[in-house]
Nanobody, 127 residues
Framework: QVQLVESGGGLVQAGGSLRLSCAAS????????MGWFRQAPGKEREFVGT????????NYAASVKGRFTISIDNAKNTVYLQMNTLKPEDTAVYYC????????????????????WGQGTQVTVSS
């Protein structure tokens, strides 16, 4: 059974940091690309960042580039999203997702490319 379980969300003041984790099971983690997306209240879900199979390539939305970092630990079947210098506009439910067709050298930013999704974790940034 495929599962993606996010954790690490919470309430933080603007300028603070959080690290989200996404633990995967039920598939071979090292053969997929992983992505993070978010959905703010009243808005469409949007791309945050991706990491290619094996962690060779990362890609970020312009709104988070330089503040957020994605990394993977294949031994733990876990992908992380380190979020620094958080802003109130980062408030959203954050989702991790797996792209079974993900490549080692490029990533995909479209939601439709992702096959498996977690349940989401809430991040709230107060001003």
């Amino acid at each position: 059974q495929v599962q993606l379980v996010e954790s690490g969300g919470g309430l933080v003041q603007a300028g603070g940091s959080l690290r989200l984790s996404c633990a995967a099971s039920g598939f071979t983690f090292s053969t997929v690309a992983m992505g993070w997306f978010r959905q703010a209240p009243g808005k469409e879900r949007e791309f945050v960042g991706t990491i290619s199979r094996g962690g060779i390539v990362t890609n970020y939305a312009a709104s988070v580039k330089g503040r957020f970092t994605i990394s993977i630990d294949n031994a733990k079947n876990t992908v992380y999203l380190q979020m620094n210098t958080l802003k109130p506009e980062d408030t959203a439910v954050y989702y991790c997702a797996a792209d079974r067709a993900g490549s080692t050298f490029f990533t995909r930013v479209s939601e439709s490319a992702y096959d498996y999704w977690g349940q989401g974790t809430q991040v709230t940034v107060s001003s």
